[in-house]
């Protein structure tokens, strides 16, 4: 007998939705998140009580997490999964120490990476990700600096710019990869979802009215700290991201918060060896599935981000048609869930095509890792830098894998999750190769970095039981 019928791992919109839509549907049901609180990153809860936030996403959040208290899932927040057994048992340390349960099947929703493409001085104290910009205001309500430049690609240059004049925050200016007909080209797909499209304009007139600086279809190329402060570069670009001969621009900032895409959380599906294909527009490498999410290994769903970017409204729709699709699979309310599965694909593509119209704004452009110099770091865990990646590709290296082994490139902290997209992307253009063929890091537990303390709890030394010496 398994502890739970499904267990849905990451309480983002995908995960709560899933759980929510399961449970309604009679399931028994686990939801575990390592954050303390339901959300994800998009609905992210402040860290302290009694902040005030009338925005919209803080709404949407507030609404999620009164729903999950209100149904019957148990959720484990706080707890972070580090192990995933084939037979779905999933191990986790939280508050009060390990945890490990069962269950019949699985939804993964474990969100998304933040990418960087590598540049000079990309690891200097002050310059942070745009994912990491957006905990910094919505849950420590804290500015990433006084004067901030936000540089990269994609939604979420608009939503740190907007969030940083909000919060008071001064900018100095915004970098895109993008121009402006790459963002006319979005327009078509973004009237899907009107509703996110005037958030979206709601930005673009506050960021107007403050007289930022906008630096469309340009790169970042150098970042030199000068005193306390940092000096950033800009160099006009191509579409490929290629920086472009010519003027250099010099911006003097506290902070740099920079970001070019995300690419899709698959450690777990990769571990449970479900079938992937590589995808540019969804990010990176997804595991294969139907519309409802199911992948090629039995009772096993991805959801949500994880499953391919498209984004939080997709998210929360994906997630309630894999939890429906599963309670159909497990026997619960048969044949009555059908209607509602139908209603939920006709919402999820109508927001997915949003979706991926942004995830299109944030693929990786090939020009844009050419362009990286031999001595820039790849691998911030490890120090290895491009030029070594190069050499150990010369010297035969034939997939990432083989490129780990030989240079600790993905080998640190991280596990390649800051690395790996990249890494893989010097390696295939090295070898003129398409990106299939230099595969992907293994996935390997621990998931997260842990303690052995952690795994152990508090003991005492004497206590051990030690066996008797087995007689001659
Ligand atoms: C740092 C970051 C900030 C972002 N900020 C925004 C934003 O402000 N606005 C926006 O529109 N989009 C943002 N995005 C994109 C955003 O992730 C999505 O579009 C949306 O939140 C996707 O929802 P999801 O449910 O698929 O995943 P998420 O919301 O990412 O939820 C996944 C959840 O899984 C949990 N999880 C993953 N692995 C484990 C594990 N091993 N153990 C326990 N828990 C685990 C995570 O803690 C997380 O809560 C951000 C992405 C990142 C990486």
Known sequence: MTDYDLIVLGAGPAG????????????????????????????????????????AERQAGDALREALAKSRVSAFLGHQVWAVTADFQVDAVGPQGSLSCTSRALVVASGTT??????????????????????????????????????????????????TLKAGGELRGIVDVAGFGDWLRALPAMLARPDILRQGLAWAWAIRRSRTPLYARHTLVRVIPEGERL??????????????????????????AVGHGLTPATEITRLLHARHRY??????????????????????????????????????EHGTLAGLACARELGAAAGSLDPALGQAQRRHARA??????????????????????????????EDVTRGEIDAACDAGARDVNQLKA???????????????????????????????????????????PMTVGALTGAFVYADIPIPKAAPL
């Open 406 to 448: 030989w240079t600790r490139c993905g080998m640190g902290p991280c596990q390649g999750r800051t690395c790996g997209d990249v890494a893989a992307e010097l390696l295939a253009t090295r070898l003129d190769v398409p990106r299939e063929a230099v595969g992907i890091f293994s996935a390997r537990t621990p998931l997260r």
């Open 114 to 163: 933040e990418r960087v493409v590598p540049f000079e001085g990309w690891t200097t104290p002050g310059v942070i990700g745009l994912a990491a910009a957006t905990i910094l205001l919505k849950s420590q309500k804290v500015l990433p600096g006084k004067t901030t430049l936000v540089a990269g690609c994609g939604p979420l240059l608009a939503a740190v710019a907007a969030g």
């Open 352 to 381: 997915a095509r949003f979706g991926h119209a942004m995830a299109r704004l944030m693929a990786l452009r090939e020009g844009h890792v050419q362009g990286i110099a031999a001595d820039t770091i790849i691998c911030r865990c």
């Open 279 to 316: 995808s540019r527009k969804a990010g990176g490498w997804v595991a294969i599935t139907d519309d409802c999410g199911r992948t090629s290994r039995e009772r096993l769903y991805v959801v949500g981000d994880a499953a391919g970017i498209a984004g939080a409204a997709a998210a929360a």
């Open 16 to 55: 709560v939705n899933a759980a929510l839509a399961a449970s309604a549907a009679g399931l028994r049901v686990a939801l575990f998140d390592e954050n303390r609180a339901a959300g994800g990153q998009v609905y992210r809860a402040p860290a302290f009580a009694g902040t005030t936030d009338d925005s």
């Open 231 to 256: 000096r950033a570069e800009l160099a006009p670009c191509d579409r490929a991201g290629r920086a472009l001969p010519g003027e250099r621009k010099q911006v003097l900032v506290d902070c740099v």
